[in-house]
């Protein structure tokens, strides 16, 4: 069982920056995909950065590409999602997920665990 804790979120000025944390319980998690997700007011959630198997790769919705980095420390237990230039339409609740079987990088039905979120507010 992998139990996920996200930290981090806050209120930020457009332009800022924010680094969420997701601390895992269990050992497996250091080998199973992590994943960001976010659902803003009355939207869906949707997938934001996750990561391969091997870990070495990393996939981003278009909107935060080359704003948003994934990444995740095994000793630590933990993954990241530094977010930078952030915007008013940023802002949502953020997940954190991971990945314990196959199944689509970007598909939240492939993702086995979840935290409880954690809230970005972007003011412009």
């Known amino acids: 069982q992998v139990h996920l804790v996200e930290s981090g979120g806050g209120l930020m000025q457009a332009g800022g920056s924010l680094t969420l944390s997701c601390a895992a319980s269990?050992?497996?998690?250091?080998?199973?995909?992590a994943a960001w997700f976010r659902q803003a007011p009355g939207k869906e959630r949707e997938f934001v950065a996750g990561l391969s198997w091997s870990g070495d790769r990393q996939f981003y919705t278009d909107s935060v590409k080359g704003r948003f980095a994934i990444s995740r420390d095994s000793a630590k237990n933990t993954a990241y999602l530094q977010m930078s230039s952030l915007k008013p339409e940023d802002t949502a609740f953020y997940y954190c997920?991971?990945?314990?079987?196959?199944?689509?990088?970007?598909?939240?039905?492939?993702?086995?665990?979840w935290g409880q979120g954690t809230n970005v507010t972007v003011s412009s």
């Open positions: 997920a991971a990945r314990a079987g196959g199944g689509n990088v970007y598909d939240q039905k492939s993702y086995t665990y």
């Open positions: 269990g050992r497996l998690f250091s080998t199973y995909p």
